[in-house]
């Protein structure tokens, strides 16, 4: 997904409750934004894919929305967002993770990240359009990447390996 690709549409302003967000708009909100099923935060430069759980859109009046994410699991992981920039996709082009096919048939592959080793194995390929995810399972907790070519290093059918360099935190928002 390239960042022209990418509406902004708001920033999360604080943590409401233990794990849900307060996105403050910069848009007047319109109900496609949350059609996807997920939004782009900004990390470091990087826009990370994230996950509305079921029920997990509400509306605010015409400049907030209160969200809640599959990925965040915890108080630390949401205050982690806070202050975070928020995107939309603006057309609907192809990601560039949907030229890479076939990754249902890596599920139980080892997933090892250049910097920090070890990830976990994977466990799902999650195909939602324009924003595909590889599950991976770690000590019983799931996470997610997304399947994108720029973090992919190199997939090893003989090792069941798959090599990564994963954006420095994204680990830590999924794990929390």
């Known amino acids: ?19 849900d967000l307060v996105l403050n708009l910069a848009v007047d909100f319109y109900e496609e934004y949350t059609k996807t099923g997920f939004v782009f ?15 997990g859109v509400k509306q605010k009046g015409n400049k907030s929305m209160l969200l809640s994410f599959i990925e965040v699991r915890s108080e630390k992981a949401a205050l982690n967002l806070v ?17 890479l096919s076939n990754f249902d048939q890596l ?32 000590n019983n907790e799931i996470y997610y990447i997304p399947a994108v070519s720029e973090f992919i290093v190199a997939i090893s059918d003989d090792e069941k390996r798959m090599d990564v360099q994963l954006p420095e935190g994204l680990l830590g928002i999924n794990l929390g």
Do not use: R, W
Request: charged share 20%.
């Open 41 to 55: 935060v900004e990390i470091d430069k990087i826009q990370v894919p994230f996950h509305f759980t079921k029920n």
């Open 83 to 99: 202050g975070k920039k928020v995107f939309v996709t603006e057309t609907d082009s192809p990601d560039e993770a949907d030229e």
């Open 1 to 19: 997904m390239h960042h022209s690709d990418l509406l902004l549409i708001g920033t999360f302003g604080k943590v409401f409750g233990t794990t």
């Open 107 to 138: 599920i139980n592959y080892s997933v090892h990240d250049q910097s920090i080793g070890f990830c976990g194995v994977i466990s799902d390929y999650i195909n939602i359009p324009s924003n595909p995810l590889i599950e991976i399972t770690l």
